[in-house]
């Protein structure tokens, strides 16, 4: 296997997004933005580095990412000294892209001497013109149309932008000026056979793939294995989410990411250097469902997490 663990090692191996796409479509009540301060906190104490916050988008379209201008002025600091740490939040169009600049505008002008909130959008597109019109509200080349302008005007102003393409085939986003795009399987149909065919024919492109990721849905159990078989092609970059948190509100029935934990045991195991802390991991996907009442998708989290509690019910 053609591990490449010097690229591998590096700890932006793990897109974490349960703080946006692990909790954008649970329903109401909105999950406090005190939880989502400490879920990412603890995030960040688990050695992850590259966390997505939350979304700027219509809060009538997603309520539970209507806090994200309250969020951001509460969490971490983003450390000067772990240049690494980002917290890209989503920015669909100009709009989203304007309330953020006012938010850091207005943080600014309370406290000059008070950094950046943050340092990384992410724009999105379709693949599909039915997801396009359900996601965006407009078709694929409406949204593609409009991207230019907003990423030029991020990238001036300093973000990183980063690139979602849901329902994959295609990434004209990396030409625009995406550091990097994640291929999202937003339906979770994908096995190890398609992304290793679609990941072949991106090879064949000469598309670079080092600066793509996989954004696997698991809803049919498929997502794992999905990531192993790319690793020895060359996968580097994975989006997950805390105890398998998420789904879009525009793809019925879609179910959570793949659980950070499980892909985090799995790398792991084969060798492969994270840079996060599994216990961490596992405790805070334990301490989240527990939160907000819901089931940790993560069976690693479960299965670590039973074994935590005996060992801490034994001292
Ligand atoms: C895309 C939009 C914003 C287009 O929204 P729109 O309604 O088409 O926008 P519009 O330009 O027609 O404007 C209509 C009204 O919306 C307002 N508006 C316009 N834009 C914004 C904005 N950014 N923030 C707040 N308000 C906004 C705008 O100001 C106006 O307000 P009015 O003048 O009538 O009072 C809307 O359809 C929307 O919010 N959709 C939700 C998108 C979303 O968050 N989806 C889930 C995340 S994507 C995902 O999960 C997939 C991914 C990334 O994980 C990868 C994968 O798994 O595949």
Redesign the pocket.
């Known amino acids: 296997m053609n591990r490449s663990m010097s690229t591998l090692a590096r700890s932006s191996l793990i897109v974490e997004v349960s703080a946006r796409?692990g909790l954008?479509n649970l329903k109401p009540p909105a999950v406090p933005t005190a939880v989502k301060k400490e879920l990412v906190e603890r995030l960040l104490d688990t050695g992850l580095k590259v966390i997505e916050v939350g979304?700027?988008?219509?809060?009538d379209?997603?309520p539970q990412?209507a806090d994200t201008p309250t969020l951001l002025p509460g969490l971490p600091s983003l450390r000067s000294e772990d240049p690494e740490v980002h917290y890209p939040v989503?920015v669909?169009?100009m709009?989203?892209l304007q309330?953020l600049l006012e938010l850091e505008a207005a943080s600014k002008a309370s406290d000059p001497n008070v950094g950046p909130l943050t340092n990384e959008i992410a724009v999105?597109v379709s693949a599909t013109e039915p997801f396009s019109k359900a996601?965006?509200?407009?078709s694929v080349d409406k949204v593609l149309s409009g991207l230019p302008a907003v990423i030029d005007k991020a990238l001036e102003r300093g973000y990183r932008v980063r690139g979602?393409v849901?329902?994959v085939m295609t990434d004209p986003l990396l030409d625009m000026g995406c550091y990097e795009v994640?291929l999202?399987d937003?339906t979770g149909e994908g096995n190890p056979e398609a992304w290793k065919t679609l990941w072949e024919a991106l090879l064949k492109e000469d598309i670079p793939t080092s600066r793509l990721a996989a954004?696997c849905?698991d809803t049919f159990s498929m997502a794992l294995p999905s990531i192993l078989a790319l690793l020895p092609l060359g996968l580097r970059i994975v989006d997950s989410s805390l105890a398998g948190l998420g789904g879009?509100?525009?793809s019925p029935g879609a179910t959570g990411n793949v659980a950070t934990e499980d892909v985090v045991y799995a790398l792991h195991k084969l060798g492969y250097n994270t840079g996060v802390d599994l216990e961490k991991l596992v405790k805070s996907g334990n301490w989240l469902t527990k939160t907000i009442g819901i089931s940790n998708e993560s069976k690693v989290g479960r299965a670590i997490g039973a074994r935590l509690a005996l060992k801490e019910k034994a001292k």
């Open positions: 796409d954008q979304s700027f988008v219509r809060p379209r997603v990412m989503l669909p169009n709009r989203g309330s999105f996601n965006n509200n407009a979602y849901s329902c994640s999202g937003t954004h849905h879009c509100p525009y």
